[in-house]
């Protein structure tokens, strides 16, 4: 079960951060300019490649839950709605943080260079890997608590592993919005619309 929920996490992030970098190849494409030119919010036109994300990752991850049930015969427990609510948080989460790196970075070669880095070295810390209760480092848990992947697996973990109830999900859950919030912001404060 830890496997399965960890790499269900940690391979939707791929198709929703890349979702999100279709900015950089419409920049490259000189197409995100004429974008900013027709009649349309900047908003509207960020909002729809953010959303197209996030729903694509939501579905692919829920797609992957009731496969691994069907497939696998995992168990994903009594407490399904709030698994899909950290799910969706964590998806959320990994929107922004998509956003983020698309504001900094200047072209999709460099966001296919940096994401697996950085995706695969957060899952490792965050415990979709191997369990955290295996890793003794101080330092390794504490940067732990720095990743969506944590805030993530826990709850989901506490639910379907050991039969917790719903309520384990609040902190966890509020912590991911907090976090997809604050990279969604910086995000936002970083991208260019210029024509």
């Known amino acids: 079960k830890q496997t399965t929920i960890g790499f269900t996490l ?3 992030m791929f198709s929703v951060v890349f979702l ?3 900015i950089l190849q ?3 494409e000189k197409t995100w300019y004429r974008l ?3 009649p349309v919010s900047k908003t509207a036109l960020l909002g729809a490649n953010l959303l197209t994300a996030f729903f694509v990752g939501l579905i692919q991850v829920i797609f992957l839950v009731v496969l691994s049930a069907y ?3 995992i168990d994903w427990g009594r407490n399904l709605l709030g698994v899909f609510i950290v799910i969706a948080a964590y998806v959320f989460s990994m929107t922004a943080i998509g956003m983020f790196l698309t504001s900094i970075l200047k072209t999709k070669a460099q966001l296919q260079t940096i994401t697996p880095v950085l995706l695969v070295s957060t899952s490792m810390l965050g415990g979709a890997y ?3 209760e295996i890793i003794e480092s101080k330092l390794l848990l504490t940067l732990a608590q720095l990743t969506p992947q944590r ?3 826990e709850p989901i973990k506490q639910m379907v592993m050991y039969g917790y109830d719903i309520q384990v999900i609040i902190k966890p859950t509020l912590i991911l919005l907090a976090m997809g919030l604050t990279w969604f912001i910086l995000g936002l404060k970083m991208l260019r619309f210029e024509n």
């Open 36 to 38: 900013l030119t027709a």
């Open 10 to 12: 940690f391979f939707s």
């Open 71 to 73: 497939l696998f015969h």
């Open 26 to 28: 419409e920049k490259e």
């Open 20 to 22: 999100t970098g279709e």
């Open 151 to 153: 805030w993530a697996m």
């Open 130 to 132: 191997w369990p955290l």
